[in-house]
C-alpha cells in the first residue's frame, strides 16, 4: 500500500490545537478592579482553563511523538486524526462552562466526557496508524501494553460517575490525576526511535 507523506497533518493538527489554546484564554474576562481580591471570584474558570491547558498540551506532545514513529498516512488516518481535533475542540466550550459554573454538576459530568471521547478517539486514531503499518511497527512496540491509555478512560468513568452523583469536586480530581499520569515524562516512543536508529546504524557499519 503506497502511503501519503504526513507533513499537512503534523501541520494541520499543530495549527488546530495552538487555535483551542487561544480560544481558552481569550473566555478568561479581565475583571473590573485594580484590587487583587477582584481575582478570587476567578479562581473557578482559571482552574479550569490550567487543566484544559495541561490536557490540550498532553495531547499536542503525544501526538508528536507518535508522528516521530509514523512514516505514512491512509485516507482513513486523516479522518481519524479529524476526529481527533473534533473532541479537542469543544474543549474551549466545556472548559468555559465548567468554569462559570464553578464545577456545578452537569457541566463537570459534560467536561470529563468531552475528555472521554478525547481519549477514545486518540485511541482509535493509534489503532489505524498500527493497523495500517503493521504489528510490527515502531508504533506497535512503542505502545506496548498501554496501561496508561488503558487506565486513563477507567478513571474518566470514575469521574464523570462521581460529578453524576452530585460529588463533582471528586470528579474533578479524577480528571487532575489523569493529567499528573500524563504529565510524567512517557520515553516509549524515544526509545524505540533510539534503539531503530543504534541498529540502522549498526548495519550500516556492517
Not at 40 to 62: A, E, K, Q, R
Not at 79 to 96: A, D
Request: charged share 15%; glycine share 8%.
Amino acid at each position: 500500500m503506497s502511503l501519503m507523506e504526513k507533513n499537512r497533518l503534523e501541520a494541520f493538527s499543530d495549527g488546530v490545537l495552538a487555535i483551542i489554546i487561544t480560544i481558552m484564554v481569550l473566555e478568561l474576562k479581565v475583571p473590573h478592579g485594580e484590587d487583587i481580591t477582584v481575582l478570587l471570584p476567578l479562581w473557578p474558570t482559571m482552574l479550569s482553563y490550567v487543566l484544559s491547558f495541561v490536557y490540550v498540551g498532553i495531547y499536542w506532545n503525544n501526538h508528536h511523538h507518535m508522528m516521530q514513529v509514523t512514516h505514512g498516512v491512509s485516507g482513513a488516518v486523516l479522518w481519524s486524526n479529524l476526529n481527533l481535533l473534533f473532541w479537542l475542540s469543544l474543549l474551549p466550550f466545556t472548559t468555559g462552562w465548567m468554569g462559570e459554573n464553578h464545577f456545578m454538576r452537569w457541566p463537570t459530568v459534560v467536561y470529563g466526557m468531552n475528555l472521554l471521547f478525547c481519549a477514545a478517539a486518540y485511541f482509535f486514531l493509534q489503532a489505524m496508524l498500527i493497523r495500517l503499518q503493521g504489528p510490527d511497527s515502531l508504533l506497535a512496540r512503542a505502545i506496548g501494553r498501554d496501561w496508561k491509555g488503558k487506565s486513563s478512560p477507567v478513571l474518566y468513568v470514575l469521574g464523570i460517575v462521581a460529578a453524576w452523583l452530585d460529588a463533582p469536586r471528586l470528579g474533578l480530581l479524577f480528571f487532575v490525576l489523569v493529567a499528573l499520569l500524563w504529565l510524567v515524562p512517557d520515553r516509549r516512543m524515544e526509545r524505540v526511535l533510539s534503539e531503530n536508529n543504534a541498529k540502522r546504524h549498526l548495519s550500516g557499519l556492517g
